[in-house]
């Protein structure tokens, strides 16, 4: 340290962590910051966590919150939820034998059930059951695919698949 003339004080003084950081070997490593993320649920941080489906982000403070989340590209991202739409209830995909479809997690109170598309629930487009004003849903049956009605088994109502639409019975006069 050095001291200018005439005055007691030194003029440069320097902290404990400045010796510390000057002193260290030259070949140390500095990488890049990791980037943390908050749970939206309590804002504890988020997690990379390994489970029997793969990798997943969950919240630090679980059990006392359950926040989960998809692992994409090392970051979080919430799964689409998809909703029945006959009493709200979450959809679940589901397996059956070799049918891939939706059923509502409120089953067996509601039976809906909705076909997959790539991933997804069909029902993008809406058509009306004559018989009881819901709408049908493209199902898989064991001669193949047909249109149901989304209240099964309260409507029986049915028509034949061609293509991925609803072939219209002709109606009587």
Known sequence: MSQDEGNDKPTHVSSAWEQEFLSQDSTGYIGAPSKRYRCPKCQHP??????????????????????????EEGRPVRAKKFFCPLCGGQLRKKTYSENV???????????ATLDDVNGEPASARKYPCRACGHYLVRK????????????YPECRHTLPDDNGQPVPRKLRG
């Open 46 to 71: 988020l997690v990379l966590k390994k489970g029997k489906n793969g990798s997943f982000w969950g919240c630090e403070d679980f059990p006392r919150c359950d926040y989960t989340a998809n692992d």
């Open 101 to 111: 479809f939706w059923g509502c997690s409120n089953y067996p109170e509601c039976k």
């Open 140 to 151: 898989k049956g064991a001669k193949g695919h047909f249109w149901g009605c989304i209240k």
